[in-house]
C-alpha cells in the first residue's frame, strides 16, 4: 500500500483524491491546516498565505483555539467524506496546562478517531513545552508526534526533540522535513533511536534523501507535504533514489507499521 504519510487539507478536496488516484497513493495521512495556498490564483495572494504561515512557524504568532477549532472540524469532515482514503493527524496546542492538554486531545483527537498529532510548529528554543503533549501521548495510547524540522529549529532543537524522545521511547516520533539542515545529525540520530522516524516531504535535497532512505530505510516515512510539494513527483523521487528491495518501505510499509493498519 502507498501511503503519502504526511499532507494537509488541499481544497477542494475531490482533485486531491483525483492527484492521488493518479499517483497510485491508496492513503494520506491528512493533517488539519489553518492556511489554504492552494487557493491563491496570484503572487499577491500566495505572499498573504505564506505570510500567515511564516508567522505561525516563526512563532511569532500562535493560532487561536477557535482557528484550530475550525480546521479540526474541517479534517474531520473529510476524512468522514473519505474515510478509506484519508487518516488524520490533527493539530494541538501548546502551553497548555496537563489537564486541559488531555481534555483537548481526548475531545479533539481520540474522539474523532485521529491517528496522531501534530503538525507541532515551534521556534527555536521552545521544544521542552512538548513534554505536556509527550505526557498526555502516553495516556491515549501512545499518539504518534509529527514535529516540523526545518527553519526556525536549529541543531540544538533536533538534539531537544531526540531527548525528549528517549523520554518517552514508546512514542512514535516522526522528524518533518529529515530535520532541515540538521539533516545529518537528525539520520544520525533516527538510526540510533528506535522511536525516531525521518519524514521524506520537503528534505534539503535530492542527496539527502538518497543517503536518508538507503542508510535508514526502515525509518523513513514517505510524505508529500500537500499543498507544499507535489505528490507525483515526490514518490518519483523515491522510486529512483531507493533501493528497490525497500521501495515498498518507504511508500507506505513504514507508516502502516507505525499505525498498525
Not at 101 to 130: C, D, H, M, R, W
Amino acid at each position: 500500500m502507498v501511503i503519502d504519510g504526511h499532507s494537509h487539507v488541499n481544497l477542494p478536496v475531490e482533485q486531491h483524491i483525483e492527484i492521488m488516484d493518479k499517483a497510485g497513493v491508496e492513503k494520506t495521512i491528512l493533517f488539519s491546516t489553518s492556511i489554504h495556498p492552494e487557493k491563491a490564483d496570484n503572487l499577491q495572494g500566495l505572499k498573504k498565505e505564506m505570510k500567515i504561515l511564516n508567522d505561525i512557524v516563526s512563532g511569532k504568532t500562535n493560532s487561536s483555539l477557535d482557528e484550530k477549532y475550525k480546521s479540526i472540524n474541517e479534517l474531520k469532515q473529510i476524512i468522514q467524506r473519505y474515510p478509506s482514503r484519508y487518516i488524520g493527524f490533527g493539530s494541538v496546542p501548546v502551553g497548555l496546562n496537563e489537564n486541559d492538554t488531555n481534555l483537548y486531545i481526548e475531545e479533539n483527537i481520540v474522539k474523532n478517531k485521529f491517528a496522531g498529532i501534530g503538525e507541532f510548529t515551534l521556534p527555536s528554543g521552545q521544544i521542552k513545552i512538548l513534554t505536556t503533549i509527550f505526557k498526555s501521548s502516553m495516556i491515549f495510547g501512545k499518539l504518534p508526534i509529527w514535529i516540523h524540522a526545518f527553519n526556525p529549529l536549529v541543531l540544538q532543537d533536533i538534539k531537544e526533540i531526540a531527548e525528549l524522545s528517549k523520554k518517552f521511547p514508546d512514542i512514535p516520533v516522526i522528524l518533518g522535513h529529515m530535520g532541515g539542515s540538521n539533516w545529518l545529525t537528525a539520520i544520525e540520530l533516527a538510526k540510533e533511536m528506535p522511536n525516531l522516524y525521518l519524514d521524506t516531504s520537503a528534505c534539503f535535497s535530492t542527496l539527502v534523501l538518497k543517503i536518508a532512505i538507503n542508510e535508514i530505510p526502515l525509518k523513513c516515512i514517505f510524505g508529500a507535504d500537500m499543498p507544499y510539494g507535489d505528490l507525483q513527483l515526490s514518490k518519483e523521487a523515491i522510486e529512483k533514489l531507493c533501493n528497490k528491495s525497500y521501495i515498498n518501505a518507504v511508500l507506505g510499509d513504514n507508516m502502516a507499521k507505525l499505525l498498525k493498519l
